[in-house]
């Protein structure tokens, strides 16, 4: 899960696209970078870090140009602790390709070896971002001759990647002199969208990102499709892959989007209302209404849903718990150690809210446990008799290996333990989960035109058809262990006089 962004306008966009980052920061805190290009010249900052520490006045003015690229990076394969892995990545031929990626491709490493032994090209990191790159590039080199490159080659391309790559991927790439390609992966796993404003084109991750910065929503680009902007701000969109089926991933709308956004048709704000009113009902049916005294959310993405359950069962809504902005999305943290310590620092009780009450604690949803446990206790420690926990997603039982940092069993709460045994190990009186096929229906109601949804970490069902317990295994050998070994001198929470947001 990152946020990408890339913009062509009649106008600098140096200051645009670090305002879209602002708005994508949600979506990965570990790097940031930029790229613009003016003339055939491309011009690069990125680092490790949040987008307001890695860009300085001094960086800005060194990004010319009327058309760029930015990405915020959530690592979930190579070296979460690599500066050389933050994005944008370059190659130089053909032409000069720039490039970000959303996503993770599952079948990296034969890519890997196929680049190196027929392409002959030359991967220098572990990330699958740069294997996808040189695919892209390659591709690109087969299908053009001389210096002209006409929109029918890009999307020949791009065809040929969608035959070559499997996973989930959102891309956005500049080739130099010639404009801006973006594509999406034929099953819509990872969000991209389109919009138009007064000097140009913007295609980003998420809607909040065109509207905050000027430009209005046209439409997602859809699942396969391939749409190529030139230098001019002439658009073509095509479709480039077969076997088109549109699932995008259901935890976009739990938890990773912002809800101001609308993805795929779909209102994040609006899913998780719908998924707090199909929660009541569960809650009902495990713990008495009157058995509660209030309804406290865990901030943030679960406030809609937990509104709308306490008005449901007519219970007092109240906020319970105050959030440090300035301490960054702890399930997005790398290393477990980093994310145990930083609990505390995130959250403050208000203990007036707690003492003497039976508190039903609503969350988005439950993955490794370590919030939940600690969240619990502390509700204790404020003088709550009863701590109830509703999650407004299912219990996540599976690997996810589309792009969300929860790849093996074994960090999963949930996995091959009871409800009970869930609820033991959070240490709350009662445990409420959503029902998978009731999340499914109250969030596709909202876009019933979509085939489904990749729900994979939920049900197990991977929608590209290609994931075997095998797959997973030789994608886990990738992962970076210094991060899941928790090395806290790497980590910037451990650092003295440390900026986290």
């Known amino acids: 899960m990152c946020g990408i962004v890339g913009v062509v ?39 490790k870090g949040m987008v307001r520490d890695v860009f300085r006045t001094r960086n800005m003015r060194a990004l010319p140009g009327n058309c760029g690229l930015g990405q915020v990076r959530y690592p979930t394969a190579g070296n979460a602790f690599s500066e050389e892995e933050a994005q944008p990545f370059y190659v130089n031929a053909p032409f000069g390709i720039v490039m970000v990626h959303n996503g993770n491709l599952t079948n990296a490493k034969a890519l890997k070896q196929e680049l190196f032994q027929t392409d002959h090209r030359h991967i220098n990191t572990e990330s699958d971002s740069e294997v996808l790159l040189n695919v892209l590039a ?90 190529f902007v030139d230098l001019q701000g002439n658009v073509q969109f095509e479709q480039c892959a077969d076997n088109v089926r549109h699932h995008p991933c259901i935890f976009e709308y739990v938890y990773l989007a ?23 009902k569960r809650v009902i049916s495990t713990v008495p209404p009157t058995e509660i005294d209030v309804v406290i959310p865990i901030p943030e993405s679960s406030r809609p849903s937990a509104m709308e359950l306490a008005h449901i069962l007519g219970l007092p809504y109240r906020e319970g718990f105050v959030k440090n902005r300035y301490v960054g999305r702890t399930f997005i943290m790398p290393g477990q150690s980093v994310r145990k310590k930083s609990v505390r620092q995130k959250l ?78 959070i240490g709350c009186d009662a445990l409420i989960y959503q029902d998978v096929d009731a999340m499914k229906q109250a969030i596709g109601s909202l876009n019933p035109a979509l085939a489904g949804f990749d729900a994979s970490c939920f049900d197990g069902v991977y929608v590209t058809g290609d994931i075997t317990p095998e797959t997973i295994a030789r994608m886990n050998d990738g992962r970076d262990q210094k991060a899941e070994e928790g090395d806290e001198d790497a980590s910037r929470l451990a650092l003295p006089n440390a900026q986290v947001s």
Do not use: W
Request: charge should be neutral.
């Open 348 to 425: 403050n009780v208000i203990g007036s809210e707690f003492k003497g009450r039976n508190v039903l604690l609503v969350d988005d949803s439950i993955v490794r446990g370590t919030t939940s446990r600690e969240i619990v206790q502390m509700a204790r420690e404020a003088g709550a008799r009863k701590v109830y926990m509703a999650s407004a997603a299912p219990p996540v039982r599976f690997p996810n290996v589309y792009g969300i940092d929860m790849p093996t069993s074994h960090e999963l709460v949930a996995h091959g333990r009871t409800v009970d045994e869930v609820r033991e190990s």
């Open 258 to 280: 912002r809800p101001d956004s609308v993805l795929d048709g779909i209102s994040v704000y609006q899913a998780r209302l719908n998924l707090g009113k199909t929660l009541a």
């Open 138 to 227: 390659h591709e690109l080199e087969k299908v053009t001759r001389g210096v002209s490159l006409k929109p029918a080659d890009v999307f020949a391309a791009v065809r040929g990647v969608h035959q070559r790559i499997k996973g989930s991927y959102a891309v956005i790439a500049l080739i130099a002199g010639h404009g801006l390609v973006a594509f999406r992966d034929p099953y819509g796993i990872r969000p991209l969208c389109v919009g138009k404003g007064e000097s140009g084109f913007m295609v980003a991750s998420e809607s909040v990102t065109l509207e905050g910065t000027g430009f209005e929503l046209e439409r997602d680009v859809q699942p396969g499709e391939a749409l």
């Open 9 to 47: 306008s009649q106008a600098p966009v140096n200051q645009l696209i670090y305002d879209a980052l602002l708005l994508l920061q949600h979506r990965g805190q570990d790097a940031a970078g930029i790229v613009t290009q003016q003339g055939r010249k491309f011009f690069m900052h990125k680092a």
